[in-house]
């Protein structure tokens, strides 16, 4: 699918990932996060595309899975005494962190600054928790989704005459 979205077949790449969709819901079950993770990349073939609308539902349906393994692992990961063990929680996050960058991303193209302000912001409270649970290379990865987030967040603010805010 990858290939197909960077020589701008769009057409051939959402075949390949609403194959990829079909199997991993087939073997894996509809709420797999994994699940998720194929309905992000197949919202990217409709962002490509320009297919805004299709690409926000998308995302959406891909936020709701991730949102429901993150409460089932939270609770899953609490032990005895109420601590958190974090177990797959962290990529969870990661993923809802990704699919909301996403959808912001959507607003704006639309021309819903306002909401996609508030959305790169809920992406980047998520991104700062998780931060300082991040080691090694994916601390760096976070950093850098971190940085990415920000200077969308900074676009938002510019085409909103903003500009203080966007240097902030």
């Known amino acids: 699918g990858v290939l197909h979205i960077c020589s701008a077949k769009f057409e051939d790449a ?35 595309s320009e297919e805004f609308w299709r690409a926000l539902r998308t995302w959406w349906d891909g936020l709701k899975i991730v949102t429901k393994a993150m409460l089932q692992t939270n609770l899953d990961d609490t032990d005895e005494n109420g601590s958190e063990g974090g177990g797959h929680s962290h990529r969870h996050q990661a993923e809802a962190v990704r699919l909301l960058n996403n959808i912001a ?4 193209e639309t021309g819903t600054f306002a909401t996609s302000l508030s959305t790169f912001e809920e992406s980047l409270e998520m991104q700062r928790a998780l931060l300082g649970a991040e080691k090694g290379r ?8 971190m940085s990415t ?3 969308n967040a900074a676009m938002v603010h510019r085409q909103q005459g903003n500009g203080d805010e966007a240097l902030a």
């Not at 969709?21 to 309905?39: F, I, K, Q, W, Y």
């Not at 991303?105 to 704006?108: A, D, K, L």
């Not at 994916?138 to 989704?145: I, W, Y």
């Open 105 to 108: 991303c959507v607003r704006y």
């Open 14 to 48: 959402a075949l390949y990932v609403n194959e990829a969709l079909t199997m991993r819901r087939e073997v894996l079950g509809p709420n797999h996060p994994d699940v998720a993770s194929t309905l992000c990349e197949l919202g990217v073939v409709y962002y490509a």
């Open 149 to 151: 987030t920000l200077c």
């Open 138 to 145: 994916d601390a760096t990865q976070a950093l850098l989704d």
